[in-house]
């Protein structure tokens, strides 16, 4: 069984290895690695090795083989398509993110309830009604949901999703929502981040003061 800890580590290393390739760097080795992301090389060999062998001992690992590899391995070369319900400042921000592409990802359907905004565009893509959301979800072959509903509508738009055939959901909603076991959840709660940061941010005044 491969720790969580280890799978929430993958995405960083990615990142990274994008980041080392931009600047033209061909081999990294796992001290470096470590340096960039504040992870120990152990740690980082250890993680590596659970999917197999990679590197060479003395000499590092080739970064666009390792980058490559660590994408096969996360399934970014899939192209999965994602569909954004509820277009509000946070949908409509996803919407026109650039970096989803080079990532693997496309935003390919948008869903509102909202009468004002269905017909209009975000990004080049129509806004649809949250009504016909099953044959959106078929016609445009979507394989994961992003909810950036409130707290309240939340569970509803996840029910529609997992009905209309939905793969993954990616939650934005700061609410816990009920999914079958065989449908991946990830829940971004911006709240949380914020107030960690406040928490340390108070810490400081605490010491300063």
């Known amino acids: 069984m491969i720790s969580q800890a280890t799978i929430d580590r993958l995405p960083l290393y990615f990142r990274t290895l994008r980041l080392v390739e931009d600047e033209k760097i061909p081999i990294i080795s796992s001290d470096e690695l470590g340096r960039r992301l504040d992870i120990t090389p152990e740690q980082i060999r250890k993680d590596l090795a659970t999917f197999g062998q990679f590197g060479r001992k003395g000499i590092g690992y080739d970064v666009r083989e390792l980058k490559e590899k660590l994408a096969n391995i996360l399934g970014l070369q899939n192209n999965w398509r994602l569909a954004i319900v509820g277009v509000g400042h946070l949908g409509g921000a996803l919407a026109n993110y650039v970096n989803f592409a ?48 409130p707290a309240d509508e939340a569970q509803g738009v996840a029910d529609l999703l997992v009905a209309a055939g939905i793969k993954g959901i990616w939650n934005f909603a700061p609410t816990k929502l009920s999914v079958p076991a065989e449908i991946p959840l990830v829940n971004e709660d911006l709240s949380i981040g914020l107030s960690a940061l406040s928490y340390y941010m108070s810490q400081d005044l605490t010491e300063v003061y």
């Open 102 to 149: 080079s990532l693997g990802f496309s935003v390919v359907a948008l869903l509102d309830i909202n009468k004002n905004l269905i017909g209009t565009k975000v990004n080049d893509i129509p806004v649809n009604n949250v009504a016909n959301m099953k044959s959106v979800i078929r016609k445009y072959n979507v394989d994961i949901g992003v909810i950036t509903v």
